[in-house]
């Protein structure tokens, strides 16, 4: 088990993947929380921060109980941390040092740099430079910009780097984790998806013996690769619900539905579709929608739980970025949906014991557990998709007419995408369908007729996402299909910005 302390960097979770991609389990924890059993660890990795070291209000955790006893890691701010409160010196740099750069000195014979060599080429983000070196050290890489790019204390295995080897513009950034952790660290590379499964699995039995889950399933990976984790502990004992709330994609709840069943799992499927049309009747505001679906499903859910006899435990699909304590204060919209409400109003199946066996898991983890169970390719490779579905994709009120135009438009764009070999390469698609109308024509009339969007996004986790650049063959078909085929829409439009400062969603 490998350490992360969290100064705040935007890019600590990425350190995280990074040494989970080499088979090394790792755990997030903010550096004004250190833990108090740290004999858990074998290494310790300092993230980098939005603080400078030389602000009065600079992060500074007494790390007596690591620095020295343990392989230590100091990335960016972990770099200049180590440098300014050991004798070293830290400035302001004149030029901002951010983007890619190439080594242009690596110490030879150094394990650290084993299999770099240099020319590679590594990621600066960094406003603050280490002019000076603390004593005792040993310099070990620069590039041209920065002297100090890497160094070591001699006497102890704690090492420092200025740039950032987690992100993948640092093109021996693995490398340079894998020398660290396992050549210096010694750490174990045992982290499988197939020794995850077989832990988990052993862990839920355990956990939950004779009794009843419920589980609410989504079509989504998350909670499908849950679902299947517990059929595998608890087989007959896990009972899931899948809620049709009218605002999915066209077909899906039967098609899923179908390949729930296909994977032995135990699914009713509830069609509450109207009961949701009806409370977003003439709500046109997007939080109020989001606000009337969550209550909906709140109530269909509660109402399907109690068909469950004595059911002990409620199974969700949350994943590790939605546990991580972050450092900032902001709480982020992770916060589970429990805190809408006070204890004595919870709907019933909420009093249930919560278990949730992917939340040491980060997405793409997810993905290769789900592919390891031998869980279907398309099904783990679904983009993502809003719990509200098509409802925030529908600018303005939402009326069941409005809901089949947008399933029609969607279909053809995310078929489209597949067959032109295209889905993968997409992180999420989809139709938005605007609230103007706009003029045309069709043969010898004018028509008078809706417009729509189509989107599509590159991104790896929807924090930052950029437009893709789809083929202009694509969208000339895709707009022909969709004005011919689709009653009701004269015009189409592809959304052409980034993440930020747009979103994914329109709403
Ligand atoms: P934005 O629009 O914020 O979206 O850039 C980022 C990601 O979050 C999804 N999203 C939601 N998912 N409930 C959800 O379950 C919501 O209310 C919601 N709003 C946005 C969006 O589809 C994208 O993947």
Redesign the pocket.
């Known amino acids: 088990n490998v350490l992360i302390l969290d100064f705040g960097s935007q890019y600590t979770q990425l350190i995280a993947r990074r040494v989970r991609e080499l088979n090394i389990f790792c755990e997030i924890k903010p550096y004004n929380h250190l833990p108090e059993d740290l004999s858990i660890y074998k290494a310790v990795i300092l993230s980098g921060s939005p603080f400078s070291v030389r602000a009065e209000d600079a992060p500074h955790p007494d790390l007596s109980q690591i620095r020295g006893k343990k392989p230590l890691l100091g990335v960016c701010y972990g770099a200049q941390y180590l440098a300014h409160f050991n004798g070293g010196s830290v400035e302001g740099s004149n030029t901002r040092e951010y983007g890619r750069a190439n080594l242009s000195y690596v110490k030879e014979n150094e394990p650290f740099f084993d299999k770099i060599s240099k020319g590679s080429q590594v990621w600066m983000s960094h406003a603050d430079t280490i002019k000076q070196l603390p004593e005792n050290t040993t310099r070990l890489a620069s590039t041209h910009d920065v002297e100090n790019a890497a160094y070591k204390f001699e006497g102890e295995e704690t090492y420092a780097i200025q740039f950032h080897p987690e992100v993948y513009h640092s093109t021996d950034g693995k490398q340079l984790l894998e020398n660290f952790l396992v050549h210096i660290a010694g750490v174990a590379q045992t982290w499988t998806p197939d020794a995850f499964v077989e832990t988990t699995v052993k862990e839920l039995k355990r956990k939950i013996g004779q009794d009843k889950v419920i589980l609410g399933l989504s079509g989504g990976v998350d909670s499908t690769v849950a679902a299947i984790l517990l059929h595998k502990a608890i087989g007959k004992h896990l009972h899931c619900i899948f809620v049709n709330n009218g605002l999915l994609r066209k077909n899906e709840f039967e098609d899923v539905l179908h390949q729930y069943k296909d994977m032995g799992l135990n699914v009713k499927g509830v069609d509450a579709s109207a009961r949701f049309l009806d409370a977003l009747a003439g709500v046109s505001d997007p939080e109020k929608k989001?606000k009337a679906i969550g209550n909906a499903f709140i109530e269909v859910f509660d109402g399907e739980s109690h068909l469950v006899e004595d059911a002990k435990w409620l199974a969700q699909g949350t994943i590790y970025p939605d546990v991580i304590e972050s450092v900032s204060a902001t709480g982020g919209p992770s916060a589970t949906i429990k805190s809408h409400h006070n204890v004595g109003g919870l709907p019933d199946f909420m009093k249930l014991n919560v278990v949730e066996p992917l939340r040491m898991l980060f997405k793409d983890e997810v993905r290769r557990v789900g592919a390891s169970m031998g869980v279907d390719k398309t099904l783990l490779g679904r983009h993502?998709?809003?719990?509200?579905g098509l409802a925030?994709r529908i600018l303005g009120d939402i009326t069941p007419e409005k809901v089949a135009i947008l399933q029609e438009v969607d279909a053809i764009f995310i078929n489209g995408l597949k067959e032109w070999g295209l889905y993968d390469k997409v992180w999420?698609a989809g139709a938005i369908l605007l609230p103007v109308n706009s003029v045309g024509v069709m043969g010898d009339e004018r028509t008078y007729e809706k417009c729509v969007a189509l989107r599509a996004v590159e991104s790896t986790d929807?924090m930052t996402?950029d437009w893709v650049n789809l083929p202009y063959e694509f969208l000339q078909k895709t707009s022909n299909d969709i004005i011919n085929k689709v009653r009701g829409v004269n015009r189409v439009v592809y959304d052409i910005s980034s993440?930020p400062p747009a979103?994914?969603?329109w709403e």
Do not use: L, N, S
């Open positions: 989001r993502p998709f809003p719990g509200p925030i999420q929807g996402a993440k979103t994914i969603e």
